[in-house]
């Protein structure tokens, strides 16, 4: 391929050995530019992987003096096979093992009463993102912020509760042959990292370094001394840091560089999403291929709707179900009948297993929360839709969904779109603009509020999907938000 600027200026700094920090913007090229380092050296390297199925393709791509695998991978190599008579064992409720690490109370924190269920579900998320973090052992942080105990009074007396079975579970871990919690892939890879082991490579590549779990940037950093180290990744779409993942690209010590040109796209995406970059104070700015007419309108029948919540997915599965079409759902429906057998658990009065509704003794009682509670008003779309269409229906819906080789329209979340590509793309009406400020403008309207850098990370990933057409639908408000003003010469106009 002819190789641009910044990638030959890539190639040149990582043959001089430096280190690098390398930002590749959506559709860039990073893992051609990763494999044309590696191409130009007969040292050998490590090529660390987000997930399998991106170390599979890389493998095709590298030369064989690189090792293409996840870090899940190197750990299961190098400890985890003594885990192996544990590992993916039965599945069983968290209470049942709670139970058998002795969780048998029920306690009251607040108006709130915590059961063995819900205290078995925070003790082992109290491990699980203790896997996911650098640290060397066991602390309060690690305890989950559970929904309507927010105070942070009430999660110091959640923690104190939950710790000493966090610890015996992290205990009942570490026995390679037997043990009562459920042994899985995050766990020897925590066992691995607290061996501060050393990777034999002379040099390392990190894909998707944004999206890094503290536990593996530990790993990284570590191969300082010995081995070069590039990390690559875009810092305006890291968007898991809900689950645990840091962006690891600002703070790494080594020669920042970049790719900004997309082979995605045209130049009206790029401006589009360079409005969103600029918003989330990221450190690059795209350029779209010249040769590519991506435009920007509306769309009758997308290829793919994105859409910023689960509840915002399973609303529309149902709309796109209602009007005809063969629907498929990314990463499966099982997420939304969890969210559905849940909602129905609550207004059967039973209580629900599922994590964010589990603290909930009755539907009433999430409706007033959703309603009332700062905290609940992600939960009210979910409310709404359940009131509206009941369970039933939604449950239908889901056992409805279509491959998503057969489907006529796929339905995503930004999350588990990321990575992924279209021809046209529409976004869905549940991102909603910030709330409005407390501050009036000269004509006595309420200011737009400012838009979150997270929001916009989010709004990026979601215009940076489409190569053919976008059509922003539920983030036009954009277009009327001060942020969102474009500058001088590059206003964006829909087409035909």
């Known amino acids: 391929m002819t190789l641009t600027d910044e990638q030959i200026a890539a190639a040149d700094r990582f043959h001089a050995g430096d280190h690098l920090a390398l930002q590749a913007g959506a559709g860039t090229g990073k893992t051609s530019t990763l494999a044309l380092l590696a191409q130009g050296t007969q040292r050998t390297g490590r090529y660390l992987a987000y997930n399998k199925a991106i170390a599979q393709d890389a493998t095709t791509r590298f030369p064989a003096t690189v090792t293409c695998k996840t870090a899940h991978a190197l750990a299961y190599a190098a400890i985890g096979h003594r885990y192996r008579t544990r590992l993916n064992g039965p599945r069983q409720p968290s209470w049942k093992t709670g139970a058998d690490l002795g969780i048998s109370r029920t306690i009251r924190i607040g108006d709130r009463d915590l059961s063995p269920r819900v205290l078995s579900y925070a003790t082992l998320r109290t491990v699980t993102r203790f896997c996911h973090s650098a640290d060397p052992v066991l602390a309060d942080h690690h305890v989950p912020r559970l929904r309507s105990l927010e105070n942070p009074g009430y999660h110091r007396q959640l923690a104190s509760e939950v710790m000493p079975f966090a610890h015996k579970a992290w205990a009942d871990l570490q026995n390679p042959d037997a043990g009562v919690v459920r042994f899985d892939h995050d766990h020897y890879l925590k066992i691995w990292a607290l061996t501060e082991p050393k990777i034999a490579a002379d040099f390392l590549l990190l894909d998707e370094a944004q999206d890094t779990n503290p536990v593996v940037e530990q790993i990284f950093n570590a191969q300082r001394d010995h081995a070069q180290l590039v990390m690559v990744g875009d810092s305006a779409q890291a968007i898991y840091q809900w689950r645990g993942a840091r962006d690891v690209m600002t703070t790494f010590r080594a020669t920042p560089l970049t790719l900004t040109k997309s082979f995605r796209f045209g130049p009206r995406l790029a401006t589009e ?59 499966g429906g099982e997420s939304l009948r969890a969210l559905a057998r849940a909602a129905d658990d609550l207004k059967g009065g039973r209580r629900a297993s599922h994590p964010e509704l589990l603290l909930f003794p009755s539907w009433g009682d999430l409706q007033d929360y959703a309603a009332n509670d700062p905290a609940g008003r992600d939960l009210q779309p979910l409310v709404d839709l359940v009131d509206t269409h009941g369970t039933g229906a939604i449950l239908n819906a889901v056992h409805r969904l279509d491959s998503e080789e057969t489907a006529e329209v796929t339905i995503s979340t930004v999350h588990k779109a990321k990575g ?7 976004i869905a009406e549940d991102f909603a603009p910030p709330r409005d400020s407390d501050e009036t ?45 474009p500058t001088p010469g590059s206003r964006i106009t829909a087409n035909a």
């Not at 290829?303 to 997915?313: F, P, Q, S, W």
């Not at 403008?441 to 979150?452: M, Q, S, Y």
């Open 420 to 426: 992924r590509e279209w021809g046209s793309v529409k």
């Open 273 to 331: 999403a360079n409005r969103w970059l600029r918003i989330a104070d990221a450190p690059l700015r795209l350029a779209g291929t010249e040769s590519i007419p991506t435009g920007l309108g509306p769309i009758k029948q997308a290829d793919a709707i994105l859409c910023r919540t689960n509840v915002g997915a399973m609303r529309e599965v149902m709309q796109q179900l209602e009007g005809g079409l063969r629907v498929a759902l990314t990463g």
């Open 441 to 485: 403008d000269d004509k006595g309207e309420p200011v737009p509020g400012r838009i979150d850098e997270s929001e916009a990370r989010l709004a990026y990933v979601a215009v940076t999907r489409a190569r053919r057409q976008l059509d922003l639908g539920g983030l036009s408000w954009i277009n009327k938000h001060p942020d969102g003003t």
